[in-house]
């Protein structure tokens, strides 16, 4: 699993700045979390304790909240997040049959992050674009009438860009 | 900008608006919907803008929110001329310009063109639109959504203003309830009546609430009216708080729609420099508030009293219904929830009148209800219709049939827990009573179009694993019976199956239906008992036969090559990961059944369409 180094101090700075505009009301729980979620790109431990703290609600109740919403993830998610629409417009027209070959062609998992921390997979339902479907979502880019084949074609670019910008680095 | 301090000050702005954009340039309308966004119309976009710079030619360019016609994306219409043009590329934005802007020709190529090749330059004599009716749909094509002022040029916030000078809350909720609406989130309650019951509701504070939380797989009516229209919303929202009695409201969208939520809090703010949302609106003592929440991603929110337990902030589980909403609703106080398309509705009616919006439709269900007629049909889309119109006008004269001249095999209505209807039933009246009738519902207005390819089991299979896993889990039936529903249907699509099972299932699926506490579960079965009724036939080639009719379930087909399509040219073998297919170049290859996975790489692939599977 990938991880990721958190400071609490930092976090807690981070935070008090971000969310400075809530008037810390329970109604606020599920947006305030949704904001930290955009910034670090999935809600670390020391983030829900800031929330709890503040905004008083038990732990217990944060993770039910976590938990029941899809929106949210408690694992570091990787640099580039596709989702893949499987909603029924896309799953008639065999956006099944991408999902198995990310997996089987390209070891990418859905709802898991890749080792390397390159991708995360996500499946979605229904993103409103059935008419170019299937879709697959890279980094909030939409991308219609996917194909096995297509998919392949941009997972290796990605991959591929990926090693040049490390070799650049190194 | 100051606030409209009277309505007459509205009126007055209006006739300034309409005077200043009366015919004076012509307007590129460049549909923004999420399907051509998804096309790349933000590239058109940019190449029009450039074009018109470079040769010094003024026109109204205006991104739109969806236009409807998803399937020719991306789209631009050429007013006042009425031009359609599709499939729009980057590089044809300079033939446009020279010749339908500069000029007033047409650029026949890419205009729309019927079966027999006949072009149809007129965006309202094609076909796809020509057999609509749009009311609420109306006025998206024609505003930019981030303007205020091109929705009050079309009228907009007329019937506001008319609602709070010249009617009594009690006058509004009444011509509402003659108006005969009901409820677009799928429901069908009388809205009329709703309303009624909120307002003589005991409370010190009352709710309004927009539901935006459109779950559905394959349904984006509500996205596309929050993109294209958000004022139309607001200003039904608007009227029914004045009618109700309320002066908070708020709004519960999705969050996978980041765009609705962008353009419905520009709605907001624009609407408050207005005076038209705030304190003493229009100068009257009618005061209103919206907040904007989004939603968390769970489709039970979609539920009126789960959607209320997320607004407060806690998991959206919804409660048994025994006691109202509007009575105890959000924080336990009179709450009135309607869906989007049901808010934008509601202008529509008080513009039009009573008399002739009850003129559409038949004799229980009035107005028009829109779709998203999606799947393996020619022309995808967001349609609009009046209540009571055939399915096979939608699939037929708006959808134009079935892709790729496959044969029809099934109609979804209603999302997942609507039904599958065969070809039989294609001239059922689409209205809320009739689908109900048939084993099938309204929903919020999703059509899923399936061909011959497609696999009724599996197709059920897929709703019921949507289901259970968006189940809240709360009670049994719904959270055991759904996912033991699911399970028998794993088997029979792996060819293990039993005559017996079908029993079984049939049994959980009316206890689910009958026990479950909300109508999530109460639904859950729905896809299975209608697919049980008209096509239980596939489910005995499945158990018997161990067939798969449409060529879907893994375990029970193989693919082969047709030897007089094959030309040989090696492309299945070279993405074929097994290395299952073996062949001479130019020469007929052959799929290795043993080592093939069937995954459908090669199929996808083949030029000549020479790989089938069965």
């Known amino acids: 699993m990938l991880q990721v180094e958190m400071n609490k101090k930092k976090v807690d700075a981070e935070l008090d700045e971000m969310l400075a505009g809530y008037e810390r009301d329970r109604t606020e729980v599920i947006m305030v979390l949704q904001d930290i979620q955009d910034k670090y790109n999935w809600l670390p431990q020391e983030a829900l304790t800031y929330v709890a703290k503040n905004w008083q609600i038990p732990m217990t109740d944060m993770y039910h909240i976590v938990t029941f919403y899809k929106a949210f993830s408690l694992k570091p998610r990787g640099k580039h997040i596709l989702q893949l629409c499987l909603g029924t417009a896309c799953h008639v027209r065999e956006a099944p049959f991408i999902l198995d070959a990310l997996e089987r062609d390209h070891g990418i998992k859905n709802r898991e992050t890749t080792d390397d921390g390159l991708f995360t997979l996500e499946t979605v339902n229904c993103v409103g674009a059935c008419a170019q479907g299937p879709i697959l979502i890279i980094d909030g880019q939409m991308r219609g009438n996917m194909t096995q084949t297509k998919v392949g074609g941009i997972i290796r670019k990605l991959r591929k860009a990926h090693k040049e910008e490390v070799a650049e680095n190194e | 900008m100051n606030k409209f301090a009277s309505a007459e000050e509205l009126t007055r702005y209006q006739g300034e608006l309409k005077r200043k954009t009366n015919g004076a340039l012509k307007t590129i309308s460049l549909c923004g919907g999420t399907g051509c966004k998804a096309c790349g119309c ?250 904007i929440n989004r939603g968390g991603g769970a489709f039970v929110c979609g539920e009126s009293t789960a959607l209320m337990a997320s607004l407060e902030g806690r998991v959206g589980e919804p409660r048994a219904k025994y006691i109202h909403t509007v009575e105890h609703g959000l924080f336990n106080l009179p709450s009135n929830l309607n869906n989007v398309e049901t808010w934008a509705t509601v202008p529509a009616i008080i513009d039009m009148g009573v008399e002739e919006f009850t003129k559409i439709g038949n004799e229980k269900n009035k107005g028009t209800k829109m779709f998203s007629l999606v799947g393996k049909i020619k022309n995808t889309g967001l349609i609009e219709v009046p209540l009571g119109a055939t399915l096979r006008q939608v699939v037929f004269d708006i959808g134009g049939g079935i892709a790729k001249e496959k044969a029809f095999k099934a109609i979804q209505t209603g999302g997942p827990s609507g039904g599958l209807l065969p070809e039989g039933m294609l001239d059922l009246p689409v209205d809320f009573d009739k689908l109900w009738e048939a084993g099938s519902m309204m929903g919020s207005g999703g059509m899923i179009v399936m061909d011959e390819d497609n696999c009724v089991v599996n197709i059920s299979r897929y709703f019921l694993n949507f289901l259970k896993d968006e189940s809240c889990g709360k009670c049994l039936p719904c959270r055991e019976g759904i996912r033991y529903m699911m399970e028998i249907l794993e088997k029979i699509e792996k060819g293990e199956g039993t005559m017996e099972d079908l029993e079984t299932l049939e049994e959980i699926a009316h206890t689910v239906a009958d026990t479950s506490i909300c109508g999530l579960g109460k639904s859950a079965p729905n896809p299975v008992l209608s697919s049980l009724t008209y096509f239980k036939d596939e489910y005995i080639a499945h158990i018997k036969d161990k067939k798969c009719p449409g060529g879907i379930c893994k375990a029970l087909i193989n693919y082969y090559i047709l030897e007089d399509k094959c030309n040989g040219c090696g492309v299945c073998a070279k993405v074929c990961t097994m290395n299952a297919i073996t062949g001479k170049k130019d020469q007929v290859h052959r799929i290795d059944l043993d080592l093939c996975e069937k995954c459908g790489a090669c199929l996808e692939s083949c030029p000549t369409e020479a790989i089938v599977r069965r």
């Open chain 2, 42 to 291: 933000n590239e058109i976009h940019t190449k029009l803008v450039e074009e018109l710079n470079l040769r010094e030619i003024r026109a109204d360019i205006k991104v739109t929110g969806c236009q409807g016609f998803c399937e020719m994306a991306p789209l631009i219409v050429i007013r006042p001329d009425d031009t359609l043009y599709i499939q729009v590329k980057p590089r044809d934005i300079p033939e446009i310009v020279e010749k339908s802007i500069a000029g007033n020709e047409i650029v026949d190529r890419l205009v729309y063109h019927d079966s027999d090749g006949k072009p149809i330059p007129k965006e309202s004599d094609v076909p796809f639109y020509k057999a609509q009716l749009r009311l609420v749909s109306k006025k998206t094509p024609y505003i930019d959504p981030m303007e205020i002022d091109d929705y009050i040029a079309l009228g907009g916030y007329s019937a506001l203003a008319k609602v709070l000078t010249s009617m009594s809350p009690e006058e509004v909720i009444s011509e509402v309830k003659k108006s005969g609406l009901r409820g677009r989130g799928g429901g069908g309650f009388p809205t009329g009546r709703k309303w009624e019951s909120c307002r003589k509701a005991e409370g010190e504070r009352k709710f309004v609430i927009c539901n935006a939380d459109e779950g559905d797989p394959g349904a984006f009516m509500d996205c596309a009216l929050l993109e294209g229209n958000p004022h139309q919303v607001l200003e039904g929202m608007l009227i029914g708080a004045y009618a109700i009695g309320s002066s908070e409201g708020f709004i519960y969208v999705r969050h996978e729609y980041p765009r609705a939520v962008q353009t419905f809090s520009n709605a907001l703010f624009q609407a408050g420099e207005y005076g038209l949302l705030g304190k003493n609106i229009l100068g009257t003592d009618f005061s209103f508030e919206v907040a």
